[in-house]
Structure formats: C-alpha cells, structure tokens
T-cell receptor, first 115, second 116 residues
Framework: AQSVTQLGSHVSVSEGALVLLRCNYS??????LFWYVQYPNQGLQLLLK??????LVKGINGFEAEFKKSETSFHLTKPSAHMSDAAEYFC?????????????FGTGTRLTIIP | EAGVAQSPRYKIIEKRQSVAFWCNPI?????LYWYQQILGQGPKLLIQ????????DSQLPKDRFSAERLKGVDSTLKIQPAKLEDSAVYLC??????????????FGPGTRLTVT
C-alpha cells in the first residue's frame, strides 16, 4: 500500500527565506509523486509532479522538488518565500495502474510567512 | 476552460438529516473523484468513476453514502442519514482519463458540510 508522511504540520519562515517542506513516501512500485497547494476556502492546485523523468522537478510559483529514491523523499523547496506562499501544502503519491490512478495524500503542512 | 464546479459551497444540517452535493467536471474528463477532507487532514478518496462506471468505492461508507454519475458527466454524492463525524469538506476532482500516464487531477472548490 502507498502512503506519504509529511514532517511538520506547521512551518513558519520569514519573507525572503528558504522554504523547505518535507515529504517521505512508501510505495511498492516506482511511484508518481505530487505536491498540491490549497489556499483558504479553495480546492487543491497542482504545484508540480514527478513521473520518473528528471529527478529535479520545477513547478509553478518558483517551487521545485527533488526525488531521492535512496531516501524515499520528495521535499518541496523555494529559495525565497513570498507572503503569497502562505497556504496548506499536500504531498501525494500515486500507484499508476491504468484505469485506477488514485492519489493518497499526506496530512498537509501549513506554511506561514512572517513579514 | 471552465474548472470543476461544485454546489453548494456550504451546507449546515442536523444529524440524521440527508444532504446531497453536486459536481460538474471539466468538459471531456472521463474520470471523476469524490474526496472527503476532514479538518487538519489530507483528502481521502471516497469514490472514483470512469465515465459512468465505478472504478473504486472501497472507502465509501455504503451504509450512508451513495454516489452516482449518470451519463458520465455530472455527479451527485449523497449522505443519508448524516452523522456528526461527516463534518468535512467534500472535494470533487476530474481528469482526462486517457492512457499514457497520471495526468493532473483538477479540483473543485469543495463543499463545506457542518453537521450539528
């Protein structure tokens, strides 16, 4: 069975500082991995996805993530935080059996930006 | 391109009442998902449709929850009777469902249900 663990339910960083949100996965097959962002009272929006191509994945809004198989990790980073990055972030894993692609989400990390 | 539409956005009901949520996916998307997101948790898949057929409903509490996707387009999720623990945001998502890989799931804004 697939699962993801997000370390830290709340992360606070100063504006302009590095953002690092941690995600570790467990999967019985090579996984597809995703990061989603959720702003208050809105649905989830895809930030980036790893689908077995390049291990360093670049997404929207300056975010990127690196797939490390040896560490079973897919941490999300952004070099310089902006106030607009304040939101909840979810890591998700998919075991890609065609016709049954489904996401398993982590519990989320709430990112707060300190002015 | 219009996104995934959901209604209502908010609903407050008393326990033991019934409630229904509606989802209109992105045009042409064959796959539709309903998720339950309890406060402080990640979304949990309730049911997945491919066109108008159910692919996975293993986590749907079938004694009280039901869902349908008539004609392979709109979908309705119903709870009858509701319990306090059903208070959550119910998210609908859709994807194209074509072969070739895990293309993106597009999420609607959700329906926030409060059961009192």
């Amino acid at each position: 069975a697939q699962s993801v663990t997000q370390l830290g339910s709340h992360v606070s960083v100063s504006e302009g500082a590095l953002v690092l949100l941690r995600c570790n996965y467990s999967s019985s097959v090579p996984p597809y991995l995703f990061w989603y962002v959720q702003y208050p009272n809105q649905g989830l929006q895809l930030l980036l996805k790893y689908t077995s191509a390049a291990t360093l994945v670049k997404g929207i809004n300056g975010f990127e993530a690196e797939f490390k198989k040896s560490e079973t990790s897919f941490h999300l980073t952004k070099p310089s935080a902006h106030m607009s990055d304040a939101a909840e972030y979810f890591c998700a894993v998919s075991e890609h059996t065609f016709g049954n692609e489904k996401l398993t989400f982590g519990t989320g990390t709430r990112l707060t930006i300190i002015p | 391109e219009a996104g995934v539409a959901q209604s209502p956005r908010y609903k407050i009901i008393e326990k033991r009442q019934s409630v229904a949520f509606w989802c209109n996916p992105i045009s042409g998307h064959a796959t539709l998902y309903w998720y339950q997101q309890i406060l402080g948790q990640g979304p949990k898949l309730l049911i997945q449709f491919q066109n108008n057929g159910v692919v996975d409903d293993s986590q749907l509490p079938k004694d009280r929850f039901s869902a349908e996707r008539l004609k392979g387009v709109d979908s309705t999720l119903k709870i009858q009777p509701a319990k306090l623990e059903d208070s959550a945001v119910y998210l609908c998502a859709s994807r194209t469902g074509l072969a070739g890989g895990p293309d993106e799931q597009y999420f609607g804004p959700g329906t926030r249900l409060t059961v009192t």
